[in-house]
C-alpha cells in the first residue's frame, strides 16, 4: 500500500482519483441552460403609493415588450417618500438583457436623489419625450444611463444600464396616476 502513496505514481492516481470524483458530481448535478429571472408583481406598491406618497406616482403603461418586472420597494422614512421600480429588459441582438430602474421621491433637493440614483451630477444634454424635457446623465465608468425629470414636489429618474433608445422608450410610456382616496 505503501508505494501508492508515494512518489510519481501515487501522486497520478490521487489525481486521477480527484478527477473522477469531479467528472461524477458534474455529471449527477442538475444542469439548467434556461435562464431563470424572477417575475414580481408590483400592482400593490402602486396602490400604495397612490394613497401614501404625497406626489402623483408614474408607472409604465404599458411595460415594454418582454420586459420583466424585477424587483419593488417602496420606503417612507422622515416624511420622504421613495418609490424604486427595477426591470429586466428584452433580450438584445447579443442574447442578454440589460437593467432599467424607475426611481421617484419627494425628498428635498430633488437633485440629490438624482445625483445618487444617476451616480452622476453631470448632465450630457436634454432630449424631449412625450412632450416634457428629461435631463440625460451618463457615467462612463459604470456603464450607467439616466434620464431625469423634476416635477413639482417630486423627481423621477429612469436610468440603468440599457441604451438611450431602450430609456427613452420605457419614459415614454410612464403614466402619470390619480392619487388614490384615503
Excluded at 480527484?18 to 467528472?23: A, H
Excluded at 408607472?59 to 426591470?87: C, H, M, N, Y
Amino acid at each position: 500500500m505503501q508505494r501508492f502513496t508515494e512518489g510519481f505514481r501515487g501522486y497520478v492516481a490521487a489525481m486521477l482519483i480527484c478527477l473522477l470524483g469531479v467528472f461524477v458530481f458534474l455529471l449527477v448535478t442538475p444542469q439548467s441552460r434556461e435562464e431563470h429571472i424572477p417575475r414580481i408583481d408590483y400592482s400593490i406598491d402602486v396602490a400604495n403609493m397612490r394613497r401614501d406618497a404625497p406626489y402623483r406616482v408614474w408607472t409604465p403603461e404599458p411595460v415594454p415588450a418582454d420586459w420583466i418586472p424585477t424587483s419593488s420597494r417602496k420606503t417612507a422614512q422622515r416624511g420622504v417618500v421613495t418609490w424604486r421600480l427595477g426591470f429586466a429588459t428584452a433580450k438584445g441582438a447579443d442574447g442578454e438583457r440589460e437593467h432599467v430602474m424607475l426611481a421617484q421621491s419627494d425628498e428635498k433637493p430633488a437633485t440629490g436623489f438624482a445625483d445618487r440614483m444617476a451616480n452622476s451630477n453631470r448632465s450630457v444634454g436634454t432630449v424631449q419625450i412625450a412632450g416634457a424635457a428629461w435631463e440625460k446623465r451618463q457615467r462612463e465608468d459604470k456603464d450607467q444611463r439616466s434620464l431625469v425629470r423634476v416635477l413639482p414636489g417630486s423627481v423621477v429618474v429612469v436610468t440603468g444600464t440599457a441604451g438611450w433608445d431602450e430609456l427613452t422608450a420605457f419614459a415614454g410610456s410612464l403614466k402619470e396616476q390619480p392619487k388614490a382616496a384615503s
